[in-house]
């Protein structure tokens, strides 16, 4: 009997869930471990209150004496709460999140020691980062980089340590981490954003991007988990029949959640509302096992940190209920897989949600321009849009029949659709008071009405419009959002500043009115962009032939995908946004090809491995079996063997056509890595695993799955599908 699965299966069936109970309101609760407003106004000087809240509110630099006030405060407060170590946290571009604990306790001479932390030890740190990826920006022997305190981001505790958000640059100020630029591209919107605001407002300072994550994943029995040594290395499975059942009953979702994953969400939100992340929704997902949470939206840069945050704590939390967290977008074949919507917004300092239809004719045209150079910032990049969420384990969702599709479109429901139409039709020029009144009464002015039975929910597109804020679908489960987010913000900066330098030239040479002038504009924009709006059904061949007609790309592949990070006009818009050098680029590109290569180079390592160390050794024992069998049929019956043993003569031959295909293409693999490997350019590299090693993964798979069906089942080594998804 193969006796990890077996041991494995046992161990869970018998595993009593542990209760978690909620003895404390959760609004109590709420942000008790971060160093927020609150604990601020409590341990800070009126001064270093202020010079904090100017950072975060005006970008203002914190002077070194307001540092060492911050800090001794900061430590002071998490000494109360038991802490006894420091760290700086920050998102290196390895996808997870990075901290190096420092306890505050120093010696100062004669045998006393004191808990020290000072202005220096929170505003900037070295840490050793000489592994970490950088994409050629820092040769070793310069391996210097640095974090500095990003002061827009609360501290927190975790467990024992005060963690403090920082950004991780190199020595020469290039970005090596998520939130640089991610805080330049916020910076960038902000300030395009309030640009075109003041055509309607004059009152607005300053605009803030929002983001609302919805965060899927698959809860699998730990036990089970590590029986698995492809989950174990690769965080999906590489091969195993499906289930008998599976989804096709559609009973799992939004179903009553099972015991075990209640106690875990419960414990998780807790852990959630300590660390101030306002989670609030928690329900089945469609596949079985596959949940998702989601949080109240925030400022995105808090957002992204908050989501990265709760990604490491997902999986801490799941260990104590004995349940391993998946977050790979496809951990299994033939159930759905896992992604993240970003839910995406513009709000201003003055309360107006810039996505969400106004109450009079000049805030719903305000809401149109912000709509409409939404649209076309879409429109002009979608293949960088695409690139944004490229990776290995995402392409498995996007154009592989799961959605939504690698083709970028915009989806806005039929209402607003007819508005665009309408407002197409605008005289070119200056408008007669005639069309001004109708177009502010009928077209404008409708639109508040027109939202609220707008409830039409195309879930097949990548990038929809969804009453008062965008969701971009597309993004990966275990995706870090700051890429995305610093892609979608800085298109749209760039957009809305070209958008103020178009209307401003009108009214400087024509002479329009404001709004004649942004009503010109808008025309104009709804003909160009037309072609990224889609709302008809994304999944279908017809719309991948549609799109090609429209010169929209269609790039399955991340190594395909990602060259539109790396083309002139990407480059240009991201140094003119002032998000990203050519050299971080250029950087990024590099360090998302070399991911990709790596990812599927050890995918190929551990599906050679397994096919050729667990499956085979497996056949080729069921096949003695067999083979035994039919010797003791042929003593028996002699001549007349054959016809008694009709059925065990085909599995064994079976078996041994299965065995052929598993290590012919085993070894056909090995080669391809091999040619792979010695490829110099990496972009050829990357097409190489993809299109010559990749493609062989299906067809080792095929065979180790056909013989899963064959072989006897206590014989198997690797825990099965049915075992993985609907033990609870
Ligand atoms: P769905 O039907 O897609 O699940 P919900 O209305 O439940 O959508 O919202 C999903 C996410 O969108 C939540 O995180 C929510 O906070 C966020 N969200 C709602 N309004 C906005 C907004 N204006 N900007 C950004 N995110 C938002
Ligand atoms: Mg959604």
Redesign the pocket.
């Known amino acids: 009997m193969s006796t990890l699965r077996f041991h494995a299966i046992k161990n869970s069936l018998s595993y009593k869930p542990l209760i978690f109970e909620e003895k404390i309101r959760r609004s109590d609760l709420f942000g008790e471990n971060v160093f927020n407003e609150n604990s601020m106004r409590q341990y800070l000087t009126k001064d270093a209150f202020e010079g904090v809240v100017n950072a975060v509110q005006h970008g203002k630099k914190i002077d070194r004496s307001i540092a060492d006030q911050v800090a001794s405060s900061m430590r002071d407060w998490a000494l109360s709460k038991g802490v006894t170590h420091y760290t700086h946290w920050f998102q290196p571009l390895t996808g997870s999140t990075a901290e190096k604990h420092d306890a505050f306790f120093e010696t100062i001479g004669d045998g006393v020691a004191i808990e020290k932390f000072g202005g220096g030890q929170l505003v900037q740190q070295e840490p050793d980062a000489s592994s970490f990826p950088n994409g050629g920006i820092r040769n070793t022997f310069e391996a210097r980089g640095y974090t500095a305190w990003d002061p827009t981001s609360p501290a927190f505790i975790y467990d024992t340590t005060l963690c403090i958000p920082t950004i991780f640059v190199a020595y020469t100020g290039e970005a090596l981490d998520y939130k640089t630029p991610l805080l330049r591209a916020l910076h960038a919107v902000d300030g395009a954003a309030t640009a075109v605001c003041k055509y309607f407002d004059k009152n607005v300072k300053k605009v803030t991007s929002?983001?609302?994550?919805?965060q899927e994943y698959f809860l699998v029995d730990k036990m089970l988990a590590a029986s698995r040594p492809d989950i174990a290395l690769t965080g999906r499975t590489l091969l195993g029949h499906s289930s008998a059942k599976g989804q096709q009953l559609d009973d799992h979702y939004f179903g009553s959640i099972p015991n075990r994953a209640l106690n875990f969400m419960k414990e998780l939100e807790n852990e959630c509302m300590l660390l101030g992340i306002p989670v609030?929704?928690r329900h089945n997902e469609v596949a079985p096992n596959q949940f998702e949470l989601?949080?109240?939206?925030e400022e995105a840069n808090l957002a992204v940190d908050h989501n990265s945050l709760l990604m490491d704590i997902m999986g801490r939390v799941a260990s104590r209920h004995n349940f391993k967290v998946l977050l790979h977008e496809k951990p299994f074949a033939g159930v759905n897989g896992s992604g993240k919507?970003n839910?995406?917004?513009l709000?201003t300092d003055t309360g107006i949600?810039l996505?969400?239809p106004g109450k009079t004719p000049m805030s719903n045209l305000q809401f149109l321009t912000f709509f409409i150079n939404t649209i076309k910032a879409v429109h002009d990049n979608e293949a960088l849009l695409r690139a944004s969420i490229a990776s290995a384990s995402n392409d498995h969702r996007l154009g592989a029949n799961e959605a939504p599709p690698a083709i970028i479109s915009v989806f806005i429901g039929e209402q607003l659709t007819k508005v665009l139409e309408e407002l197409e039709g605008v005289t070119k020029g200056k408008l007669s008071p005639q069309e001004k009144t109708d177009l502010k009464l009928n077209v404008v002015g409708k639109i508040p009405d027109v939202l609220l039975d707008n409830t039409d929910?195309n879930r097949t597109s990548s990038f929809a419009f969804?009453g008062?804020?965008f969701?971009f679908r597309a993004v990966g489960a275990i995706a870090n959002c700051g890429n995305p987010m610093t892609i979608l913000n800085t298109i749209v900066a760039k957009q809305l500043s070209d958008f103020k330098v178009e209307v401003d030239a009108l009214i400087a040479k024509k002479d329009l009115k404001k709004d004649e002038a942004v009503f010109n504009v808008i025309r104009e924009y709804i003909k160009s962009s037309r072609n990224i709006l889609f709302e008809g059904n994304g999944y279908g061949e017809l719309w991948e032939i549609e799109a090609k007609k429209r010169g929209l790309s269609n790039n399955k592949s991340t190594p395909e995908a990602l060259k539109a990070r790396v083309s002139d006009k990407s480059i240009a818009l991201f140094e003119e946004m002032k998000v990203m050098s050519r050299v971080e680029s250029e950087a990024r590109y590099e360090i998302e090809v070399e991911a990709y290569i790596l990812h599927i180079q050890i995918e190929s390592r551990v599906l050679g491995d397994i096919a050729r160390n667990h499956i085979v050794p497996t056949a080729v024992k069921y096949q003695n079996i067999l083979i035994e069998n039919v010797k003791g049929l042929k003593e028996i019956f002699e001549k007349d063997y054959k016809s008694v043993s009709k059925e065990q003569l085909s599995l064994i031959a079976e078996i041994s056509n299965h065995l052929e295909g598993i290590n012919s293409n085993v070894t056909k693999m090995i080669d391809q890595r091999r040619l792979a490997n010695s490829i110099e350019d990496l972009g050829e590299k990357a097409n190489a695993y993809c299109n010559k090693v990749k493609p062989l993964f299906e067809d080792i798979r095929y065979h180790c799955d056909k013989l899963e069906l064959l072989v006897d089942d206590e014989l198997w080594p690797l825990t099965k599908y049915r075992e993985l998804l609907f033990t609870r």
């Open positions: 929002s983001l609302g994550w919805e609030k929704t989601a949080p109240i939206y919507h839910n995406w917004s709000s949600n996505l969400a929910r969804t008062n804020k969701e």
